[in-house]
T-cell receptor, first 116, second 118 residues
């Protein structure tokens, strides 16, 4: 049973380019969470999605960032016109239902985004 | 909004000894979960232990145990018989069980780097 799959593992972009980070949740999981980890810091919540719906995007920057979780295919975190401050590790986590009964979120290995 | 604070940026322990990592949190909710995650240099996020707020009994998982003090909003992690493989960054995390759109998201502390000396 494959875990949460994130790709790419490492992504290098120049300032002004677009970055697309992909997350395939565990089989049977319909809830996806994205977190960002800046250097030397803890993980910060960005967005929570269910299939075709954004449930909570309170942690997402208002500009340049967007997320989707289509009916088919992986969840995508998209960062437009990247800047140096976007350099971070981006983690995706999935869960089978809305946090029911201690079901922990399963994390992917993260995508390390580096902006030149 | 909930906050989680880990006041120890770094801790060290001798192999086979015991170490305790501190975590405090702030919330107005009564129904929630608390977690400790381990992040080794590989960057994986590994769940170590979890605690339900409505349970008074402290959770244990082999060499890992917690001291959950709900009134004090404290949730420390004790690692017994420390091993070299325990060396990692440890994060304390809070998760609401109160419903609403924020349901399920984790709020993390800043982390504690644990070094284990042979």
């Amino acid at each position: 049973n494959a875990g949460v799959m994130q790709n790419p593992r490492h992504l290098v972009r120049r300032r002004g380019q677009e970055a697309r980070l992909r997350c395939s949740p565990m089989k049977g999981h319909s809830h996806v969470y994205w977190y960002r980890q800046l250097p030397e810091e803890g993980l910060k919540f960005m967005v929570y999605l269910q299939k075709e719906n954004i449930i909570d995007e309170s942690g997402m920057p208002k500009e340049r960032f967007s997320a989707e979780f289509p009916k088919e295919g992986p969840s995508i975190l998209r960062i437009q016109q990247v800047v140096r401050g976007d350099s971070a590790a981006y983690f995706c986590a999935s869960s089978p239902t809305q946090g029911a009964a201690l079901r922990p979120q399963h994390f992917g290995d993260g995508t390390r985004l580096s902006i030149l | 909004a909930q906050t989680v604070t880990q006041s120890q940026p770094e801790m060290s322990v001798q192999e086979a000894e015991t170490v305790t990592l501190s975590c405090t949190y702030d919330t107005s909710e009564s129904d929630y979960y608390l977690f400790w995650y381990k992040q080794p240099p590989s960057r994986q996020m590994i769940l170590v232990i979890r605690q339900e707020a409505y349970k008074q009994q402290n959770a244990t998982e082999n060499r890992f145990s917690v001291n959950f003090q709900k009134a004090a909003k404290s949730f420390s992690l004790k690692i017994s018989d420390s091993q070299l493989g325990d060396a990692a960054m440890y994060f304390c995390a809070y998760r609401s069980n109160a419903g609403g759109t924020s349901y399920g998201k984790l709020t993390f502390g800043q982390g504690t780097i644990l070094t284990v000396h042979p």
